[in-house]
């Protein structure tokens, strides 16, 4: 069974950092790119970051380039996203996702932030940033 964990979330004050951590078990984690993906209350499930398979290429949302940083480490079938300077408006429920692809997406032009082509989620967890 495949089973994609996430954790780190929590409360933070503008300006600070928190790092999360994505488990995933029951695939073979470097044929997948994987995503974070947050949503808000009220608001459509976005894409936030994306990396490939060996991490050599990577895409972030423009309302975190800069600030967020995603990472691989394949050997421990995990993936990380480091989050530096929260804002208020990054406060969501943040979701690991599997990609049965090795690249997050089909070209180099294409999008990469389609939820309904990343095949496995985590439960997600929740960032809250006060201001």
């Known amino acids: 069974e495949v089973q994609v964990v996430e954790s780190g979330g929590g409360l933070v004050q503008a300006g600070g950092s928190l790092r999360l951590s994505c488990i995933a078990s029951?695939?073979?984690?470097?044929?997948?790119?994987m995503g974070w993906f947050r949503q808000a209350p009220g608001k459509e499930r976005e894409g936030v970051s994306c990396?490939?398979?060996?991490?050599?290429?990577?895409s972030y949302s423009d309302s975190v380039k800069g600030r967020f940083t995603i990472s691989r480490d394949n050997a421990k079938n995990t993936l990380y996203l480091q989050m530096n300077n929260l804002k208020p408006e990054d406060t969501a429920m943040y979701y690991c996702a599997a990609r049965s692809s090795l690249y997050c997406s089909a070209s180099w032009s294409a999008s990469w932030s389609v939820t309904t082509s990343f095949n496995y989620w985590g439960q997600g967890t929740q960032v809250t940033v006060s201001s």
């Open positions: 990396i490939s398979w060996s991490g050599g290429g990577t």
């Open positions: 029951g695939l073979i984690f470097d044929d997948y790119a």
